[in-house]
Structure formats: structure tokens, C-alpha cells
T-cell receptor
Framework: EAQVTQNPRYLITVTGKKLTVTCSQN?????MSWYRQDPGLGLRQIYY???????DKGDVPEGYKVSRKEKRNFPLILESPSPNQTSLYFC????????????FGQGTRLTVV | SQQGEEDPQALSIQEGENATMNCSYK?????LQWYRQNSGRGLVHLIL?????REKHSGRLRVTLDTSKKSSSLLITASRAADTASYFC????????????FGKGTKLSVKP
């Protein structure tokens, strides 16, 4: 089954404690991206990757890092999480860059206290 | 950067009625897509319409695109309680950056 898998689904952490949210897709998609979703603000793109070792900033990259060492995986790293990073995070993948449908993971609800 | 803007923000209808949601955008596009999100879950792709298309159907969904007005509409006919969800439009410019830019969504509630 074609899918994008994120882990964990829920996470509560403390300010400053580094964390990683994993994302993996099994569709051999080149394009992957991370979004955060906040009430009243919709989905905002954090980072995206057009292929292995090719990543770039989206609209709200501050406080986040990503890596793309393999085609299937695109982890999101918060080196020093802060309360304003409390949000619902989604990973997505697609064949092309904005020209085909995107497949989304189930989301990671992160709370930073 | 927000590109799509859905209207209305919220819509409440009775089962069996039609639901119409609109999306306006600002810059030229390669395609426009509609997604659905059940509460707190991942987005699911519904339909993609290319800039050279004017109308597209998929089951009970009908999407129109007017590039001269930079707007699109999503019509759900004979709505069901299970259609209750948030609906988002997303625009793709097909460029080298090629991001999908999402609007803030329309929250649809279908009462049984």
C-alpha cells in the first residue's frame, strides 16, 4: 500500500530537548516536504527536498533542520524545541514538484512545554 | 506565503444538500488541487485540475477553474454526514521550487 509514515504520532517534550520526527515513503517519490498546521494559519511549509541531498527552506524554516540521505526518508529535526513549535506536523511526498498530487502522513502532534 | 484563500471559512448544511466551496488565488498556476482533512488527520487528495482545464468531475465532486478570475470552486453534491471535514485548495506553479501552497480551508459540517 502506498503510504507516508510519520513517527511518532504524538509527542510531548520539554524546551531545549532535541527531537527528531521521522518520515518515510514507499512510493519512490523524489519530492518530499514538511508542513506545520496551526489554527487560523492553515498549512505552512517548513522545508522541502527535491531529491537526495537536495533540501531547501520553505516559508517557516526557523528552528528546524532536515536531511535527505536516502530517497525514502526525510526526518525533521528540532535541535532546541521551544513552546512556539507546538503544532501539528505533516510530512508529504509527491512525484513532481507541485504538479501532481501529494500524499500526506497521518501527522505528528507535538507539544513543547 | 499564502496563495489560496477559501470561502466560506465554515459551512453547515443538512445531509442531502449540495455544498459549494470557493478558492481564490493570486499568481499564475500550473494546477489547482483540492484536499480533504478529517479532524486532526492527514490530508487526502481529492482532485487536481490543470490550468488549461475548466471543469472536472470525480464521483460526487465537481471542480471548476476560472483562470481569468483566479478562482476555483468545489461542489459536493448530495452531501453525507461522512463528508464532514475541512477542505483545502492548493496551488502548484510547476516551477523549479514547485511548492504546493495551501489556503486556510473551509470547515464543512453536514448534519444528519
Amino acid at each position: 500500500e502506498a503510504q507516508v509514515t510519520q513517527n511518532p504520532r504524538y509527542l510531548i517534550t520539554v524546551t531545549g530537548k532535541k527531537l527528531t520526527v521521522t518520515c518515510s515513503q514507499n512510493m519512490n517519490h523524489e519530492y518530499m516536504s514538511w508542513y506545520r498546521q496551526d489554527p487560523g494559519l492553515g498549512l505552512r511549509q517548513i522545508y522541502y527536498s527535491m531529491n537526495v541531498e537536495v533540501t531547501d527552506k520553505g516559508d517557516v524554516p526557523e528552528g528546524y533542520k532536515v536531511s535527505r540521505k536516502e530517497k525514502r526518508n526525510f526526518p525533521l529535526i528540532l535541535e532546541s524545541p521551544s513552546p512556539n513549535q507546538t503544532s501539528l506536523y505533516f510530512c508529504a511526498s509527491s512525484i513532481g514538484t507541485g504538479v501532481s498530487e501529494a500524499f500526506f502522513g497521518q501527522g505528528t502532534r507535538l507539544t513543547v512545554v | 506565503s499564502q496563495q489560496g484563500e477559501e470561502d466560506p471559512q465554515a459551512l453547515s448544511i443538512q445531509e442531502g444538500e449540495n455544498a459549494t466551496m470557493n478558492c481564490s488565488y493570486k499568481t499564475s498556476i500550473n494546477n489547482l488541487q483540492w484536499y480533504r482533512q478529517n479532524s486532526g488527520r492527514g490530508l487526502v487528495h481529492l482532485i487536481l485540475i490543470r490550468s488549461n482545464e475548466r471543469e472536472k468531475h470525480s464521483g460526487r465532486l465537481r471542480v471548476t477553474l476560472d483562470t481569468s478570475k483566479k478562482s476555483s470552486s468545489l461542489l459536493i453534491t448530495a452531501s453525507r454526514a461522512a463528508d464532514t471535514a475541512s477542505y483545502f485548495c492548493a496551488t502548484g506553479d510547476g516551477g523549479s521550487q514547485g511548492n504546493l501552497i495551501f489556503g486556510k480551508g473551509t470547515k464543512l459540517s453536514v448534519k444528519p
